[in-house]
């Protein structure tokens, strides 16, 4: 499922902070190490950060 750039705004403003509690109790649960868990915030930054330079080397094409 692809994401939008642009915040929806009928979305509910907790939402994302939600999920990302959820996400994190479950990695913890789960066995992961703080420093996994930092990893993995690195490399979702990196996906998204390739996503946006990717919109836009598009959108400047």
Known sequence: M????????NR???AVKVVAKSIYRELVEGGFAEADVMALAG??????ANGVAAKRDDDAS
Not at 2 to 9: D, N, R, S
Not at 43 to 48: K, N, T
């Open 12 to 14: 509910d403003p907790r």
């Open 2 to 9: 692809a994401l939008a750039l642009e915040t929806e705004t």
């Open 43 to 48: 490399e979702l930054l990196a996906l998204v």
